[in-house]
């Protein structure tokens, strides 16, 4: 009962996370969103929601969130999707929890 409790607190933190990233791209320059955010990558935007993520969910250091940025074909915005992944400590499996999220940005 108590790993479904912490789980249930890993993946509240992870929609919390993703859910603050999206408002984040909602306040950037549309022409900005794939240099700072997509990741795997160097962005500062995404580095600091790495660390963040790392910091706050266990075993997320060996899984690095995902993020896409893909601009919209035939209408204005862009959608986003986020993969978080966290590893419960004494889990003795090699698989991954994760958390997904996806939006679309508007043109701002």
Do not use: C
């Not at 600091?48 to 969910?57: H, K, Y």
């Not at 992944?85 to 698989?95: A, D, M, N, R, Y």
């Amino acid at each position: 009962m108590l790993q479904q409790v912490d789980d249930a607190q890993y993946r509240s933190e992870a929609v919390f996370m993703t859910n603050s990233l999206i408002g984040q791209m909602w306040t950037t320059p549309y022409a900005n969103l794939a240099a700072d955010f997509v990741g795997p990558g160097t962005g500062a935007r995404y580095t600091e929601f790495r660390d963040w993520v790392q910091q706050r969910l266990p075993g997320a250091s060996g899984q690095d969130p995902i993020v896409t940025v893909t601009p919209r074909v035939g209408a204005p915005g862009t959608d986003v999707e986020i993969t978080v992944f966290w590893k419960p400590p004494g889990e003795i499996t090699t698989s991954y929890h994760q958390f997904q999220a996806t939006a679309t940005i508007g043109v701002n």
